[in-house]
């Protein structure tokens, strides 16, 4: 279980370095506005979900010419960051708000897109089922994410000198598609790309994590600081007879479709243009 207010914390303290090594979220944005682009989608409302410094938000402010985008981020720092960037005419708005919770009216939205949100959602369903309360009837929720087989090595290499939980623990791709459709959405569709990242030293990958605000924020982790023979072990066992270390990561895409917010379940609605009169 992953613990929000560390997420929040770490993200604030990312926002300003964010830009210089969200290299993994380019690829996936890249990714992900491609995948978009066989739709045939003339959206009024935009949703980016888990925005960060809204760099989907302005990828798809050009692809969606028209759009009202709505960035939402659950960092502050990352929305103040991502407003300086706003030019003068775009229809663009910024919340700071949980993604678990969102404080917007139902069917809001004709196009709700997340990169790379998932591996910081505590719960999950919850989140999809909020996605699928303000989607609108015939929309489109687009995703990318990280498979369980990302960051493996991390995970081996700190296995081999102690019994800790360093790294996230990411949804595999079935449970995903279980529960969008749980959660009312429709019709998931999602495919699974690769991408390996190789690094000349360690110093320089838990750089690149601490500046993009992906270090460990799991409520079980170790309080304490790792010893500098424990650092070094786990490092050791990261590197090849080289000094490098490659990182394979595992892509997921996703996309569905919003069927309408789901009725309560004690509840039961009809058109009244429906009822019959008695004559």
Known sequence: MLRLRDIQRQFDRAA???????????????????????LLLEPATVLDLGSATCA??????????????????????????????????????????????????DASFDIVVANQLLPWAPEPQPMFEEVARVLKNGGVFAFATLGPDSFREIARAWASVDSGVHVNRFAD????????????????????????????????????????????????????LSGRGKFAAMTAALADSRGKITLDLELVYGHCWGAGPKNDPGNYRIDANRIPMRR
């Open 16 to 38: 300003a370095s964010f830009d210089s090594t969200d290299f993994v979220h380019e690829v996936t944005r890249d990714g992900l506005v491609a995948r978009l682009e066989p």
């Open 56 to 105: 989907t938000g302005r990828r798809l402010r050009k692809r969606f010419k028209r759009a009202h985008i709505v960035s939402l981020d659950l960092s502050r720092a990352m929305v103040l960051e991502g407003r300086k960037r706003k030019s003068w005419f775009s229809r663009s708005s910024f919340v700071q708000a949980d993604a678990h919770h969102l404080p917007f009216a």
């Open 173 to 224: 791709m079935h449970d995903i598609g279980d529960g969008l459709v749980q959660s009312g959405l429709r019709d998931p569709v999602l495919d699974v790309d690769r991408l390996e990242v190789t690094y000349d030293d360690t110093s320089r990958l838990f750089a690149d994590l601490t500046r993009a605000g992906a270090r460990n924020a799991i409520a079980s982790r170790a309080r304490g």
